[in-house]
């Protein structure tokens, strides 16, 4: 969700594009629109690689935007959410580099089927999916022509992003949180409690296969369930091996071509399953031993298509989950 913290000559600019360039309601319509900037269709040559930010939720970071709006060469950015405010608008604006930035709120699946809806999707030089919850993404999206227009820009290699509840379904695997949230202790009690909701498939992204992520990790503590999404989906039989990556919040995971690097104030866990959980059965605490992680806090790389980092970017640990308790190969245990 966006979360606007202006600063000097930023905050005085966010205002008086707020007060200049007012919102545009689609009034009688399934949906709503607003827009600042000219929303007139433009064209910009398809980039040369696919790009994708990862961003873990609180306060935005303003370097991942500024960085897909220089991979999209300009144009027109949209922003996609089920419920909220239009408050991206003059803050991505502000940034300089488009034509247009505009908000399109779709809170059913008749507005997910709209022309003019589907039709500022496919012009769209950048697409980032804002916050909220991902209920609402996969119950009004997954299936309809947003899901379709989303996946072939995708296919262009226009920048697409997304912070939390829309971070979490960009994923091939995904906790949909159609019952509600989990925290991790309950998720590592019971790794089939009736509020795990996981989903495959809603978003087919490049370099996203295979993997499931999860946001506001540490501020939310959500080591513990990523690791028991992790355990469900090997053990459910939907992958023989999983990845997962956990974003901190304040903080953006930069993918390019599958070579990633992180921006802002936190770090990005990368996860990968060995086999299968050794307990992983309904009402009975998790055991999964030597979940291998990989850390990146700094300026490193870290390669998604190799699973690896190269150039010593990353702290490297295991995470073992034993009768519902985690503890890691790091100096006292520490699992972050």
């Known amino acids: 969700m966006r979360t606007p913290v202006p600063r000097g000559l930023l905050s005085a600019l966010f205002f008086s594009l707020a007060a200049l360039m007012p919102c545009h309601a689609a009034a009688g319509k399934p949906y709503d629109y607003a827009v600042v900037g000219d929303p007139a269709n433009v064209t910009r040559p398809a980039p040369a690689l696919p790009a994708l930010v990862l961003m873990g939720g609180g306060p935005d970071v303003d370097d991942a935007f500024k960085w897909m709006i220089r991979k999209s060469g300009g144009g027109n950015f949209v922003i996609l959410r089920s419920r909220g405010t239009d408050a991206y608008n003059p803050y991505v604006y502000a940034m300089g580099g488009v034509t247009s930035v505009e908000t399109i709120t779709i809170a059913s699946r008749d507005a997910a089927s709209d022309p003019f809806v589907i039709a500022r999707i496919q012009g769209a030089e950048a ?34 992003g997304g912070t939390s509840a829309g971070m979490a379904v960009m994923s091939k695997f995904a906790f949909t949180a159609l019952n509600g949230t989990i925290t991790s202790p309950s998720a590592l009690a019971n790794p089939y409690d009736k509020t795990i909701t996981l989903g495959r498939d809603f978003l087919s992204l490049p370099d996203m296969g295979g993997l499931v992520a999860d946001p506001h990790l540490e501020a939310r503590d959500r080591m513990g369930r990523l690791i028991t999404f992790m355990a469900r989906i090997v053990n459910d039989g939907w992958s023989g091996s999983v990845h997962g990556v956990g974003v901190d919040v304040e903080t953006a995971l930069l993918i390019e071509g599958g070579q990633a ?35 990146l806090s700094g300026g490193g790389a870290f390669d998604m298509r190799n699973w690896a980092s190269y150039d010593g970017g990353t702290v490297n640990y295991s995470i073992s989950a034993v009768n519902g308790v985690l503890s890691s190969t790091q100096a006292g245990g520490a699992i972050y």
């Open 127 to 160: 697409l980032f999916i804002a916050g909220g919850d991902q209920s609402d993404y996969v119950k009004f999206w997954k299936g309809t022509p947003v899901q379709t227009a989303i996946e072939a820009l995708a296919a262009r290699n226009i920048p697409i």
């Open 261 to 295: 690097t992180r921006v802002g104030a936190g770090s990005v866990y990368f996860l990968r399953t060995v086999g299968l959980p050794e307990v992983c059965k309904p009402k009975t605490p998790l055991t999964y031993r030597n979940v291998t992680t990989q850390r």
